[in-house]
T-cell receptor
């Protein structure tokens, strides 16, 4: 089956620095890649998504980069704030509009040091 | 607050029992997804419903079943419970046309003793 794996299980950054969270995926057929944030005691929260025909997408303080050649996805958070402390998951799916499974990575725990 | 509600928040039951978890999606969302989150397995996709019909199936055990009702709320039924079924169960919903932008509920923590 497909697997989505994260390179680093934990990441600590100073407040104000930029954070980069990485993710590797294995299914070349995946069409969409999604980043979720999960704070302690809460459900995952959608951050940003990127389609396979793009290599970069920007949101508010976040940028997702997709490198299909090496099957790598990253989430960059600019000017990291204490409220960004959470576990970040990447997810992949193919043809979600027709119904398909979503595969989540194991997650990276981000800690922001004030 | 995502707009997705789940009940109950916590559930403690014994092995062999059956439980029902309930989910109400965000207003207007037709798709409902169920996930299991455990420490050793991470977040696992179980099943998706769209407007009352099963749309996609993931790693859902035969002991588990789900349905989506005409009012769009969904229930996940877990039977013959085992210790390994202890986990957080999340429901998520999405708008038609945006299946990758899912909104998760707060989850139901199931403990099987």
């Amino acid at each position: 089956g497909e697997s989505v794996g994260l390179h680093l299980p934990t990441l600590s950054v100073q407040e104000g620095d930029n954070s980069i969270i990485n993710c590797a995926y294995s299914n070349s057929a995946s069409d969409y890649f999604i980043w979720y944030k999960q704070e302690s005691g809460k459900g995952p929260q959608f951050i940003i998504d990127i389609r396979s025909n793009m290599d970069k997408r920007q949101g508010q303080r976040v940028t997702v980069l997709l490198n299909k050649t090496v099957k790598h996805l990253s989430l960059q958070i600019a000017a990291t704030q204490p409220g960004d402390s959470a576990v970040y998951f990447c997810a992949e799916t193919s043809q979600p509009h027709t119904g398909n499974q979503f595969y989540f990575g194991t997650g990276t725990s981000l800690t922001v040091i004030p | 607050d995502s707009g997705v509600t789940q009940t109950p928040k916590h559930l403690i039951t014994a092995t062999g029992q059956r439980v029902t978890l309930r989910c109400s999606p965000r207003s207007g969302d037709l798709s409902v997804y169920w996930y299991q989150q455990s420490l050793d397995q991470g977040l696992q996709f179980l099943i998706q419903y769209y407007n009352g019909e099963e749309r996609a199936k993931g790693n859902i055990l035969e002991r588990f079943s789900a349905q989506q009702f005409p009012d769009l709320h969904s229930e996940l039924n877990l039977s013959s419970l085992e210790l390994g079924d202890s986990a957080l169960y999340f429901c998520a919903s999405s708008m038609t046309g945006l299946p990758y932008e899912q909104y998760f509920g707060p989850g139901t923590r199931l403990t099987v003793t």
